[in-house]
């Protein structure tokens, strides 16, 4: 399956917003309006200089080609998909130019072609929650912004988003009663705190609460052992993922990825 690229735009300084379109995503099974709102996609890059272009399909390069020429998998959150026109929206982040996904929204000019798969899914905010929680980065954006829109209206959702400054906000909304508070990073050691603090900072509503906690890896491991061992969230009540990792390339923290989560895993019993 593959999107051939409508438009991009850039929302804030670290944001590609990419619209996909065209037959290529004929049969999507994008996530409904009662769908889960963390849907990704896994996306395939080829590498500079491959022998092969878009469309094509990644197990038959991987049959077919040695490793240096398989394209390389990213998975991103659907920002939005509309089924009446056949429109899938991805929001890229993108640090400099390093990586693989992010160089390749930056450059995506209308035309251009990008392979996919999926969607995937596993989180929706829980309507019988009596509030609910959400914290991240830039990373966790797509994800959060999607998911405040499936609050139910009124009901309390509390949101702590770090980000580089002012112009990598985006306007969020809500149905429901919205507490959104970004933090801006400094450029110093606190940065790699400053999430885990304001979460342990906050005064906790009555009720139960569903939490979505994605983002960089050492600092959902500090949210996440405060969320357990300290305000007693059941692992249940939570979805938590580390998107990446500080000092580490894509490709390094995919290697990394499984054992860390297993570590984070067993933080607490």
């Known amino acids: 399956m593959y999107g051939t690229v409508l438009s991009t735009t850039s929302p804030t300084p670290s944001l590609v917003r990419l619209?996909?379109?065209?037959?290529g995503l004929a049969g999507f099974a994008g996530p409904g309006p009662d769908g889960?709102?963390?849907?990704?996609?896994n996306i395939a890059i080829p590498p500079a200089g491959a022998p092969y272009t878009a469309p094509f399909d990644p197990d038959e390069v991987k049959a077919t080609h040695p490793r240096e020429w398989w394209p390389v998998r990213r998975r991103y959150t659907v920002r939005a998909w509309d089924?009446?026109?056949g429109e899938l929206t991805l929001d890229v982040v993108v640090h400099g130019t390093e990586g693989v996904a992010g160089p390749w929204a930056r450059a995506a000019r209308p035309g251009d072609l990008l392979v996919l798969t999926g969607p995937g899914s596993g989180y929706r905010p829980d309507p019988t929650a009596a509030w609910h929680l959400m914290v991240g980065d830039e990373s966790a954006l797509p994800a959060i912004a999607a998911s405040l829109e499936a609050v139910p209206a009124g009901v309390p959702v509390v949101v702590r988003l770090l980000c580089d400054g002012p112009d990598h906000e985006l306007a969020l909304s809500s149905p429901g009663a919205l507490d959104l508070q970004w933090i801006h990073r400094t450029g110093g050691?606190?940065?790699?705190t400053a999430l885990a603090e304001a979460v342990a900072a906050l005064r906790f509503s009555e009720g139960r609460v569903h939490a979505f906690v994605h983002g960089e890896a050492e600092e959902i491991r500090a949210v996440r052992r405060h969320l357990l061992g300290e305000r007693g969230l059941e692992r249940g009540d939570m979805s938590c993922s580390p998107y990446w990792r500080r000092t580490m390339t894509d490709e390094a923290w995919r290697a990394v990825k499984r054992?860390?989560?297993?570590?984070?895993d067993a933080d607490l019993p």
């Open 36 to 41: 889960d709102t963390d849907a990704y996609v």
């Open 189 to 192: 050691a606190a940065d790699t």
């Open 83 to 85: 089924a009446a026109r």
């Open 259 to 264: 054992d860390f989560v297993a570590a984070m």
């Open 19 to 23: 619209v996909l379109g065209g037959p």
